[in-house]
């Protein structure tokens, strides 16, 4: 049994990346992105240090670092390995709390936190996260997770029955990661902001590349959307999955007869096509756009929500996002919630470093809580990775699995000092 | 028509009572909050001021208050009036939204900047908010309101025949409030950190104080609820409504056994049974404990969860906020809806000041939405009222319609001077 760690201190930094500069990024609700990341670093009395972040799209960062200046305190002086127990303190605050409760900005703080915590607990044990994870007890899984509010979908002692049902093949399913890592889907092609020859010649990389999916954005124009998916799905073939993305854009009425006018190019799954709050929407587009599926996720703000998305037969894809729930922690939780209703989970990545973390998820969902590959991708998109110390290996179109110990959040010391807003030299310079 | 004003400036600051050592507010979930506010004062070219602010129980407060000052730029410069654009601009701006969309620190950030805007603008117009709103046309009230993602449950036009049906008695409604008032009903008794010679005192005090109504916070054991439900009947009597709140407590399975077991003492309403954002929960919660009815809002982060709601048949009162959703523009939005679906809106009160801002609404819903105060109460808490320049008045159980211009928003300059967080007066001895 290793030594006990305490925390000793919590740096925060603003980094934005001016990614608006080239449309990196553009989607129909999100015309200008600069992608950034309220960061975290947290460092034990051990010398260790944990990273994690909120990953935002630039104006607003510095109110999301400054809420997770306010977790400080539960976090300052505590048990370095109880990730658990600090995870319930924070989201339990009988003051934070009225900021959410459980979404939002003082939610998303938690989950950089969270990350941080697992991030510096996985260095001490020297594991990458996910084979951490993957190795816990389906009790100590459990004990990790918080079912307020769940119960009516999800008990402990059903939680526990998932897990313990796919211990068994554990072992080989680890040795399969690390021999073939895990499939990923690209979003590059996809962006609105590119042009057809663009969108043509990305389209023919990522079937070069041996991606197995691609994503287009949609929802601004109607003709356009229907131009760019005739050039992609000629460039890529009938039968091969291509996934639509509307980032919020429609109400339940028009994305029903959007997805309707694009059915022709065969969709593979409509994403975010309203609200992310709209639960009884999503179930009436998933009615109305069948046999299309509704996949959705990276801006849902709790389990609450995804557990009934699920209940109510809104979405076919769960796509957890690593950074806006309360971390690795309410992720457990979300990843329990799929299995009982047997919904693949296909993360939401991109950004900065979303790809980094949902990687160890998705790969501890294949060992110890699906057990399952079948209809699960991650997605790739291919952008901000050299900024991270431990970036993802994407080979064949697969996430290489991580062998770092750790999550994978750390960004480059050059990259925090160049980045850094508003005194970084990228943004002197600007 | 008035020359037109230009904001000028944004003010911001951190106000916090210290409530917990009071334990005035305690309820299941919040046993210690300090009341607070987030304080923000605009400032027009012609020397107008409007005052707004969002309501936190403390810790954040800080976090909340530099989401405000994330808004400045989208206000400073602006033309006061045009209320409807700024909510608008500042509801989609293309990077703060991703820290939502429209929920938590964000969203209530953007509802203390409308509010201010709407504080200004009735003053430059020399009227109470209620009465200006009360007297605009259907189509300006129509213009007010984002519709996005409401169009399955209610599009502009359904809203205009609303507005334009209870268009003919407004004249007699605006004089009926000014001779009669807004019929209360009073929390005051009910905080959970109260013994029961305080409850039972407290509770015949509203009953000579004229209320037709009060509030029990139940939750926290169950053992201590029945005896304190059994005081409360004692006092009041066989058939007077006693409504229970839970503060989000429960799980549905336990809101349901915990409810049925409170029947006998007949309570009207069940408020906040579990999660604010579980509306199938909330449904399922309704249909097990009918006919005791449920209530919630005081933390439903938008309208699209509001319309979901009321889809589901989740609640039968609606207590909207004032300060949570995106102000007042969206609080027309939440009328309408309800209006629609024939539920009665009983706002949300107590706190800091936002009986000062929610009798506006409920009064404005009065003259111009619903029509009726039938089933319809707006909730008192005889608490802080001291602190603004324009304190509710009430007389014999109702709110007396407010003639002071502006929207009830602005605290006593001594006051804030005494409460700021943390170098006033009040914190410096702490």
């Not at 539960?74 to 900021?99: N, P």
């Not at 179930?283 to 998305?309: C, D, S, W, Y």
Request: proline letters at 6%.
């Amino acid at each position: 049994m290793r030594k006990a760690a305490h925390i000793v201190s919590m740096d925060t930094r603003d980094i934005r990346f001016p990614t608006s500069r080239e449309l990196d990024g553009s989607d129909a609700m999100n015309p200008d992105p600069d992608y950034s990341a309220s960061y975290v670093i947290l460092r034990a009395d051990d010398g260790t240090e944990g990273h994690g972040f909120a990953f935002t799209i630039g104006r607003g960062n510095d109110v999301q670092t400054a809420a997770i200046r306010a977790l400080a305190s539960h976090v300052i002086g505590k048990d370095a390995d109880d990730v658990g127990a600090l995870y319930r303190e924070m989201t339990h605050d009988s003051q934070l709390r009225w900021l959410g409760p459980e979404k939002g900005v003082m939610h998303m703080a938690i989950s950089a936190v969270v990350n941080a915590l697992w991030d510096l607990r996985a260095k001490r044990e020297g594991k990458p996260l996910w084979l951490l994870l993957g190795e816990l007890s389906p009790e100590e899984l459990v004990e990790l997770v918080d079912f307020r509010y769940l119960s009516d979908a999800l008990t402990p002692e059903e939680a526990l029955t998932i897990l313990r049902t796919a211990e068994p093949g554990r072992r080989q399913r680890i040795d399969h990661l690390k021999a073939h890592g895990y499939p990923a889907y690209t979003t590059s092609p996809g962006w609105l902001g590119y042009d057809d020859d663009k969108l043509r010649r990305l389209c023919q990389e990522a079937l070069d590349d041996g991606f197995t999916q691609i994503k287009l954005k949609v929802g601004a124009d109607l003709d356009d959307d229907r131009r760019r998916m005739r050039i992609a799905r000629e460039v890529c073939g009938p039968g091969f999955p291509i996934a639509i993305d509307a980032n919020q854009r429609w109400d339940v009425g028009s994305a029903i007869e959007w997805v309707r006018a694009l059915a022709e190019f065969d969709p593979w799954w409509v994403e975010e096509p309203t609200s992310p709050d709209d639960v009884l929407g999503h179930a009436a587009i998933a009615r109305g756009i069948a046999p299309v599926k509704v996949a959705t996720g990276e801006h849902v703000q709790n389990r609450v929500v995804f557990k009934q998305l699920l209940q109510a037969g809104g979405l076919s894809y769960l796509q957890l996002d690593a950074a806006r729930v309360g971390g690795v922690n309410e992720n457990i939780a979300i990843l329990l919630l799929a299995a009982k209703f047997g919904v693949p989970v296909c993360p939401h990545a991109g950004g900065v470093g979303l790809c980094e973390l949902v990687q160890h998820l998705a790969m501890f969902d294949f060992v110890a809580v699906s057990g399952s590959m079948e209809g699960r991708v991650i997605e790739y998109v291919d952008h901000l990775h050299e900024h991270f110390t431990d970036p993802v290996v994407i080979s064949k179109g697969n996430y290489t699995a991580p062998v770092a110990p750790g999550f994978g959040a750390a960004i480059r010391p050059e990259s925090i000092a160049e980045f850094t807003f508003p005194d970084g030299p990228a943004w002197r310079s600007a």
